[in-house]
């Protein structure tokens, strides 16, 4: 086994940030330049992945439910975590599997905690009440500004990302904060072209588990 197939055994890895940062991207990216180094790799999205996930999902996203409140979302939001725990996670981490995550708590403390205005720290405690795990081993950021981001959103936009510019910048300010305070976050300027955020990303990765990954050539 190699030094990089053995440590990121079992490792846990987050790409998150405001819509349109281009996460889903880089979380395909990130896969295959994992897989291409011989890591047993798990991809999922958070909220998704599972049935009882993708029907929050739909309740989540559907622009008719414009009564939601930030409570509501946060409840299904987590809901929906602790469901893709059970099934997905947890299980492919116990395998040993390297899960690689589209979205996790912190898109909860950016978007229902700062955002909307429940608070970071009471987001934090109710994860940490009814998550079986709180935070991966690593979260990258994926930082964009508003007017580049909304470039990114072409098509019809779902009732989250219809929520307007205001509350997304709010977003993008929770998750700096988010990335200030804890350890574990790295932010990556997401404004780049694909091939360098990649390369940022990996080095990320790199950084962050503390390894040797000598063979990484872009
Ligand atoms: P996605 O389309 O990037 O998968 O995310 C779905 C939307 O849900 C996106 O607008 C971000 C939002 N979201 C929250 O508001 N809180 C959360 O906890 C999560 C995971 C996503």
Known sequence: MTEIQNSLKGKF???????????????????????????????????????????????????????????????????????????????????????????????????????????MDRVIKIATDCLERVWPDLTIILDVDIKTSSKRLSRELDRMEAKGDGYHQKVREGFLQLADKR???????????????HKNVIKSVRNLLATDFSDFSD
């Open 13 to 119: 890895i987050v790409l998150d940030g405001p819509d349109g940062c281009g996460k889903s991207t880089q979380a395909g990216l990130l896969v295959q330049w994992l897989k291409e180094q011989g890591v047993a790799t798990r991809r999922f999205r958070d909220p998704g992945d599972t049935a009882i996930g993708e029907k929050i999902r739909d309740i989540l996203l559907n622009p008719e439910h414009s009564a939601m409140s930030t409570r509501t979302e946060l409840l299904l939001y987590m809901a929906a975590r602790s469901q893709l725990w059970n099934e997905r996670i947890g299980p492919a981490l116990h395998e040993n599997q390297c899960v690689v995550l589209d979205r996790w708590l912190s898109s909860t403390c950016a978007y229902q905690g700062y955002a909307g205005g429940f608070g």
């Open 183 to 197: 350890d574990n976050f790295i932010v990556v300027d997401a404004t780049q072209d694909i091939h360098n955020i």
